[in-house]
């Protein structure tokens, strides 16, 4: 899939990092939405759903592990990457138990995210296809 | 004795509270409890010690004042049959003859033969009347026509019947004894018969008592004179030279003090119708030469059991405090270490809250400097471009740089997975080592193993093992100068460990930073390191059950000691 038809859903309460990052992917071309909470994220997921969806563990209110686990449940198609805010290679590693695609660590290589994204894609339009 | 026992058991008590570890404290433990277990093991022994000396004294003093009293009594025996038969043959010639034929000079000068015949010691005979006259007189002197009515002697025998005189010097200077006696007819006249005795007799019954020398008897009279010469007191008729002891008809022993202040035993009794006592005197100091010889034993037996006891006592205190010494040390030492423990638990607490608050601006400012960058990149003909590129590079760095600290503070806090796995420890060592012989080889360091051929293999992480001997090799390979030695040692410990050690002949540490070596963020490579590696290789240690030492002298070399279990352990 050409890179301008990802969509792609940033969840994360830091306000100022969810949307620089989002502008930084969007100069590549990337359409990526945001979400600061794990509500919102639920709501812009069934609103479209989306290729890649990349969910910080650690937010105030629905935890990350919550949110990816609903996804995986009404959505299986979304990819989820996990951002351990905190380093913490178990939140990771217990994301990816319940069915993420990978886990990335801030603060971010966006060159290692676009890698990561796209694999997930790939990854998701392998289920499509299936 | 309550006080004596109570005072020193309150001390040790109260210094047993105290946690001050100085030796000066031991040695008052030590001073204490000794003198404490002394006193109570002397002072039954000194008791008994006294008690026995006190007992054995009387003992023995009875032992020697029994022979005396025995003597004396039997002496007194001989006394008082020798003056009693005396006494009774005058009385028996008194009332056998009448008044005429005493009378008769002729006549009681063979009556006075007779008597000497059959009783030994008489020196004269003779008659007086009731006015006091010598009538007839058989002996030595011319004493008849002496009238004796003013002499005390002669109220004595109207009265008593009978009379014993003291002692006396007669014409011829010898000393003599009078005994008298009355007789009164059925017509109520009455004649006193009067002799004198030789007082020599008496001698010789003092002579049959058989005196140990140094002893001494003698008869005295109530006034104090001696009736007979006394060896050590002086002569017939002298005056004894001290107070008579209190003295009855029977025996009785004393002790006294003499004047020339020695000490004696003194037995004395009245002899039976006389005026006189019989004295015996033994010095005490012969009378005891057994009992010192005795005593000798007892004190050598005490002596030495003290000297034992005390040896006894000294020994098992010093091993008491020896012992007691180690476990508080043991007990400082595990204190220590657990105070270290929690320590190092809170500051990871700490450093996992820091990194955790600092890695979210970090990445914000990440973003902001790479989304900077891309603008930047996406605009050809932006004014300044080379020049805010290496402002954003540096920044960019910079974050990487936090993002490097960040991690490891994390890595340090955070319980990593474990993945735990049966390994050979020596080929993680010898793979471990690999990493570091080309710097190792470029500086001239000889990196020698000594790797034990029978180590067993032991359930462990392999990632973290090896992070561990990294870590330690590193710093040991930092410490060595330029052809410095470093001596990798494995070995099987005990039952439970096998034991890793790296030596190194590097600059060693002083004690304050081996002290601190293990804290979070401690560092001696003041650039180049976060002061995070020998606390996450502590912490790795202690996770996986092991044990961390460290030997180290400044200027001489370090060898840390790792002790890994062979067991896995739980958590």
């Known amino acids: 899939m050409d890179i301008n038809e990802w969509n792609i859903l940033l969840v994360d309460d830091e306000v100022e990092f969810v949307t620089t990052l989002a502008e930084r992917l969007d100069l590549r071309g990337i359409a990526a939405r945001v979400a600061h909470d794990g509500e919102s994220a639920l709501k812009a997921v069934a609103d479209a759903e989306p290729h890649v969806m990349v969910l910080d563990v650690m937010m105030p209110g629905m935890k990350g592990i919550e949110v990816l686990q609903r996804v995986r449940e009404q959505h299986p198609a979304v990819q989820v990457v996990m951002l351990t805010g905190q380093g913490k290679t178990r939140d990771g590693i217990e994301g990816m138990r319940h069915g993420a695609f990978a886990y990335l660590t801030k603060p971010l290589d966006i060159e290692e995210l676009i890698r990561t994204l796209s694999e997930a894609v790939a990854a998701g339009q392998g289920t499509h296809h299936a | ?571």
């Open chain 2, 1 to 571: 004795m309550k006080n004596i026992l109570s005072a020193p058991i309150s001390n040790i008590e109260a210094d047993i509270g105290t946690e001050i570890n100085s030796p000066k404290r031991y040695h008052l433990l030590r001073r204490k409890i000794v003198s404490l277990m002394a006193l109570v093991t002397l002072i039954p022994l000194l008791s008994l010690a006294g008690l026995n000396y006190y007992e054995h004294q009387n003992t023995m003093a009875a032992e020697i004042q029994a022979p005396l009293r025995a003597l004396v009594g039997k002496a007194k025996h001989s006394f008082e049959l020798f003056l009693a038969e005396r006494t009774s043959a005058v009385s028996f010639i008194a009332s056998a003859y009448s008044f005429d034929e005493l009378s008769d000079d002729a006549n009681l000068q063979r009556i006075f033969q007779v008597m000497r015949r059959e009783f030994t010691g008489f020196v004269d005979l003779g008659l007086i009347d009731v006015a006091g006259n010598q009538v007839s007189y058989a002996g030595p002197y011319d004493l008849k026509g002496r009238n004796y009515t003013e002499q005390a002697w002669f109220h004595q025998v109207q009265f008593k019947g009978t009379y014993v005189s003291d002692v006396f010097l007669g014409f011829r200077k010898f000393p003599h004894v009078v005994i008298a006696v009355r007789h009164t007819t059925e017509s109520g006249r009455s004649w006193i018969l009067r002799a004198t005795l030789d007082t020599m007799h008496f001698d010789r019954i003092i002579s049959a008592m058989g005196l140990e020398p140094g002893s001494d008897a003698f008869l005295v009279n109530r006034n104090g004179i001696l009736q007979t010469e006394s060896r050590r007191y002086g002569k017939v008729l002298d005056i004894l030279p001290f107070e008579m002891p209190s003295t009855s008809g029977e025996s009785n022993v004393q002790s006294f003090r003499d004047q020339k202040g020695q000490n004696n035993f003194i037995a004395s009794a009245f002899i039976a119708n006389t005026d006189f006592a019989l004295v015996a005197v033994k010095p005490k100091p012969t009378a005891f030469s057994t009992w010192y010889t005795v005593r000798l034993d007892l004190l050598f037996i005490f002596v030495s059991s003290v000297i034992l006891i005390f040896l006894a006592v000294y020994r098992v205190t010093s091993l008491l405090i020896s012992r007691l010494q180690e476990s508080d040390e043991q007990r400082m030492g595990a204190i220590h270490q657990m105070e270290h423990s929690q320590k190092l638990s809170s500051i990871g607490r700490l450093a996992a809250g820091v990194a955790h608050e600092i890695n979210n601006p970090l990445a914000i400012i990440n973003e902001k400097a790479g989304l900077m960058r891309d603008i930047m990149n996406l605009r050809p003909d932006f004014p300044d471009k080379d020049k805010f590129g290496r402002q954003i590079e540096a920044i960019l760095r910079s974050v990487e740089r936090c993002r490097g600290i960040t991690h490891r503070m994390l890595s340090f806090a955070k319980r990593m997975d474990v993945k735990i796995e049966v390994l050979d420890v020596n080929a993680v060592l010898v793979e471990t080592l690999g990493f570091l012989e080309r710097e190792a080889q470029y500086r001239n360091v000889e990196l020698r193993r000594e790797l034990a051929h029978n180590l067993p293999q032991i359930p462990t992480d392999h990632g973290q093992i090896q992070q561990v001997f990294l870590n330690i090799l590193n710093n040991a390979l930092a410490a060595v100068p330029d052809g410095g030695q470093i001596v990798v040692r494995s070995w099987d410990e005990s039952e439970g460990f096998i034991g890793v050690s790296v030596q190194d002949n590097g600059c060693g540490m002083s004690e304050e930073t081996a002290k601190n070596m293990f804290e979070p963020f401690f560092t001696t490579k003041k650039e180049k390191g976060t002061g995070l590696g020998m606390s996450i290789t502590y912490g790795i240690v202690k996770r996986l059950g092991g044990e961390i030492q460290v030997k180290t002298k400044l200027n001489e070399g370090t060898t840390m000691t790792i002790l890994l279990p062979k067991r896995s352990v739980e958590g």
